[in-house]
């Protein structure tokens, strides 16, 4: 999600050699450091774009957080520059997780990251004392580059755990359980949820060995809080949309994450298609013994702040959040603007430049993208390989990469384009020890 260029904030770090300073505190760099310029550019103190006024990724927030209401207590997020015991370890990721990977993860080194994920405070979060909590993240991933992916992005994630003691019969998890389902069973919305519980993990068996009745409680829960939150989602915008009388369709289907147990996905017919909206689970006990709270249970979502608001609001390019262009953010000032569908305000012609090269033994794409956009920020639309060779007698391999550029908000002469084109092919070789052909 990158694209206007000049920054939206400011940011306090600095390099020197062997320390990166970040917010004042030095971090010394090794063989695993591996954060650009441009990354780090975006590095601020707490999430910046889901708190800036008329932006999109506000409205959303807002509209979430109104949906689960007063019992859930909003927290912005701290830096994101956090321990990899934080990000990974405590939440029970394998040494071995693709994720770790520093194709994957931007590291400051060794032992500290930028978050990958929301979850890396959960811990932290529930050992602040917050036990119904909605943070709000950006978080960072070395991804492709399209319209749809950006290495800085925004999620949400909530939780709600409760003493034992809640969960018995006519307590406040079932009252709530059942207001929740009798506004459900008064909409206009279809629910399809046949997953079998092992398919999405099975019961952890600490709670089917003390509390069986409270986990499936805790489930009953999740479930119901989470229909609503998709239902006053897409409700609105669906009756604009749908034929009369069509209900909104959700589905659940299987999943897997370290930290939950069943682990579920959420999807929502929109548009002609599933779109993956969250994902949910039972809370890893582990992980609330870790927190200090081993005597509370209960369950924690995550969601994908821009992927929701793409959709909603008609948004073609992830990197359309991070614009200044007046035009963008002057369509989110209506009185309604939940309902609001984003319209381009131009379409300035791309200008396709191709790089064909001979592969080292050692290469990841996320290299080659990262080279990409460090040196061409904002104004690169997509990457695409249109071409993968072997020859046949070397053994060789060749591959040959679509660069497109294209900027959000202004006409690109094509000398500009062609100056950072080379500063690309410059920095793909030393970067990525490729042969340029």
Known sequence: MSFIVRGIHTTDHRTNEGVTTVHGQDYVRDNFTNIPGSIMSRVSPSPQLPYQDYHP???????????LGSNYTPIRAPSPVVSTELNFDELGFPKDHPGRRPSDTYYLNQTTCLRTHTSAHEIETFRQGHLRWLL?????RRDEID??????????????VWDIDAFRPGGSVEAECEAMELKLRESRIE???????????????????????????????????LNMLVHDLFHARWQQEADSGEPLRVRWIPAFF??????FEV???????????????????????QAGIPEKLGWAFGLGLERIAMVLFSIPDIRLFWSRDERFLNQFKQADSSLLSFKPYSKYPPCYKDVSFWMPEQFHENDLFETVRDQAGDLVEDVVCIDDFVHPKTKKRSRCYR?????????????EVNAIHAKVLEQLVLRCQVEIR
């Not at 409205?59 to 957080?65: D, G, S």
């Not at 709000?136 to 960072?140: E, L, M, N, S």
């Not at 319209?147 to 994630?157: A, D, K, N």
């Open 147 to 160: 319209s749809s992916h950006y290495p800085v992005f925004h999620q949400m994630e909530g939780a709600s």
């Open 136 to 140: 709000t993240a950006d978080v960072f």
């Open 57 to 67: 990724l506000k409205i959303l927030r807002e509209e979430i957080e109104s949906i």
């Open 403 to 415: 660069v497109n550029y294209r900027s959000m908000d202004r006409n690109l002469e094509n000398e």
């Open 191 to 225: 629910i399809t949820d046949d997953v079998q519980l092992q398919e999405a993990g099975g019961w952890q068996m600490v709670h089917l060995e003390h509390n069986p009745a409270a986990v499936k409680l805790a489930l009953r829960h999740l479930k119901a809080s």
């Open 267 to 289: 999807e929502v017919w929109f548009r002609g298609k599933w779109l993956e909206i969250l994902g949910t689970g039972i809370v890893q006990q582990h992980t609330l013994n």
């Open 258 to 263: 370290p930290f939950t147990s069943p682990s």
